[in-house]
């Protein structure tokens, strides 16, 4: 598995646990051995081009997805197929903001948003209130999994 992190931004992330974590994810949800993804940290002003120009929306926001060979979760007896899964680009300012009103550290909410990513990146959405309790529920499963504790709380996501 191919998982690439680049830290444009002026916050230091443990890149180190965002490539297991993710490596973790997509281990789960039986995505090939050999899908690629790419994790992209960005400044508060990169992000909100980013926001305005994909989203249409002001202001900066805390994770983008940015879906490739539009990949879906495999199961145990049948992987999802090889290709690329695509971009995440999270906003390290925007998450910190939000880990301080949540309560928890940066690295826990650095976690929570890559896994966010990662599902939308799947196919995971939560547009309707059935999709935001599958998607939200099933995030909260795989980052109590990884870290051995409870999830962080969602904040503006």
């Known amino acids: 598995m191919s998982i690439e992190v680049n830290n444009e931004s002026t916050i ?14 997509l281990d789960s949800l039986y995505v090939h051995p050999e899908a690629e993804l790419s994790i ?5 002003e990169a992000m909100e081009r980013l926001h305005i120009e994909w989203m249409d929306e ?11 060979d539009e990949l879906r979760p495999g199961t145990a007896m049948r992987p999802g197929p090889a290709g690329v899964l695509g971009d995440i680009v999270i906003c ?4 910190q903001e939000q880990a301080q009103k949540a309560g928890h550290g940066l690295l826990d909410e ?7 990513g990662i599902l939308h990146l799947l196919g ?5 209130p059935a999709e935001k309790e599958e998607m ?11 870290t ?9 996501l």
Not at 12 to 25: G, K, N
Not at 40 to 44: G, L, R, S, Y
């Open 12 to 25: 230091a992330a443990d890149e180190e646990e965002l490539v297991r974590l993710a490596r973790f994810v």
């Open 40 to 44: 992209i940290m960005v400044d508060t």
């Open 58 to 68: 002001p202001g900066a926001t805390d994770v983008l997805s940015f879906p490739m």
């Open 92 to 95: 390290p300012q925007v998450a």
């Open 110 to 116: 650095m976690l929570l948003l890559t896994t966010h």
């Open 124 to 128: 995971f959405d939560h547009a309707e």
């Open 136 to 146: 939200f529920g099933l995030q909260r499963q795989l980052l109590s999994s990884f």
């Open 148 to 156: 051995g504790k409870a999830a962080p709380t969602e904040t503006t």
